[in-house]
């Protein structure tokens, strides 16, 4: 059965009217409720990773809306004598899929690994040169410098993201480096807000936030060798 404009839109809880920003959040909450590691199900993940990948690109969402691309896909034909042509294309699918997800891996996940390690691996020797003294104006200058930077390379992220779908074959994967990146532009929310009132739970949060996208980015680099090419 062919789906409705509305399924991706029910699957995250919005209304087809509602805003990018409303169905990121929605996204995030939803995600963080139904993610393996809290205990959530598979299916329901793959279900809103993939009511997000189309309804936060401005186009896709458009072609959606106007029923393009919801088809029914054609069933194989059954394999035996005078199909080999039908077999021939299915291997040419597969080597197809094969340089999707390595040209994924290599424009994608690679780069935006590197610029996530270069927001998080300086931040320890960071924070301890503002724990000098946080009142001193050079040092807290000197950090929110670094902040500014910071946020600078995750919206490199956040295009790089974006830039590429995400192939099939490593759509959990795929998950995951969204969880780690935005576990890093949480914690730059929360230092941020330190900056501005010097409230402790902040600095606090934003800490143990950057410790959970390191290992988050540590799992991911232990599932990047599983993912299979």
């Known amino acids: 059965m062919a789906r409705t404009p509305a399924d991706h839109y029910a699957t ?90 390595l040209g994924w891996l290599q424009q994608v996940y690679v780069p935006i690994d590197r610029l996530i390690g270069q927001v998080i691996n300086p931040f320890p020797a960071q924070l301890r040169s503002l724990a000098a003294d946080p009142y001193d104006d050079d040092l807290m200058e000197a950090f929110c410098a670094f902040l500014e930077q910071s946020r600078s390379r995750m919206e490199k992220v956040e295009a790089l993201y974006r830039s590429r779908a995400c192939p099939a074959a490593a759509r959990g994967f795929g998950l995951s480096l969204y969880h780690c990146l935005s576990q890093v532009q949480d914690a730059l929310v929360e230092l941020e807000r330190y900056t501005m009132g010097y409230v402790d739970s902040y600095l606090h949060d934003g800490k143990e936030m950057l410790r959970e996208a390191r290992l988050r980015r540590s799992r991911l680099k232990e599932e990047r060798r599983r993912v299979e090419l």
């Open 12 to 101: 995250l809880g919005v209304p087809p009217g509602a805003t990018t920003a409303e169905i990121k959040a929605a996204y995030r909450t939803l995600v963080k409720q139904h993610h393996p590691d809290a205990g959530g199900d598979q299916r329901t993940i793959l279900a809103l990773n993939a009511a997000w990948e189309v309804l936060r690109d401005g186009d896709r969402r458009r072609h959606y809306d106007h029923g393009a691309g919801l088809g029914v896909g054609v069933p194989p034909h059954p394999a035996g004598p005078g199909n080999g042509a039908a077999q021939g294309r299915r291997r040419g699918a597969g080597a197809a899929s094969d340089e999707e997800l």
